[in-house]
């Protein structure tokens, strides 16, 4: 089992760039398909980035690739989101997400049993 905190959400100006971490309890960290959703006022969660166990694969949304980046460093126990260009429409709730062993190409929030708290972002225009 593993635990899941989030930070780094907060506001910014829309064009500008933020970083969420997750730090994972757990020393099986780097057997963890590593996640990140998100969820908008009134909106379903939705898949945003996911990467493979040893960071070698990654996967997005079409909505964010080419401005988001996910990356973890396993030693640190630790999965990153690097969000640059934000958008007002980025603005949501960030979720880190963790699923033992599997494939990163999983974007369904049934495909994850564990999740953190949430981290606000929120973009201004």
């Known amino acids: 089992q593993v635990q899941l905190v989030e930070s780094g959400g907060g506001l910014v100006q829309a064009g500008g760039s933020l970083r969420l971490s997750c730090a994972a309890s757990g020393r099986t960290f780097s057997s963890y398909v590593m996640g990140w959703f998100r969820q908008a006022p009134g909106k379903e969660r939705e898949f945003v980035a996911a990467?493979?166990?040893?960071?070698?694969?990654?996967n997005y949304a079409d909505s964010v690739k080419g401005r988001f980046t996910i990356s973890r460093d396993n030693a640190k126990n630790t999965v990153y989101l690097q969000m640059n260009s934000l958008k007002p429409e980025d603005t949501a709730v960030y979720y880190c997400?963790?699923?033992?062993?599997?494939?990163?190409?999983?974007?369904?929030?049934?495909?994850?049993?564990?999740w953190g708290q949430g981290t606000q972002v929120t973009v201004s225009s």
């Open positions: 997400a963790a699923r033992y062993r599997g494939s990163y190409y999983y974007t369904d929030i049934s495909d994850y049993p564990y």
């Open positions: 990467i493979s166990w040893i960071g070698s694969s990654t």
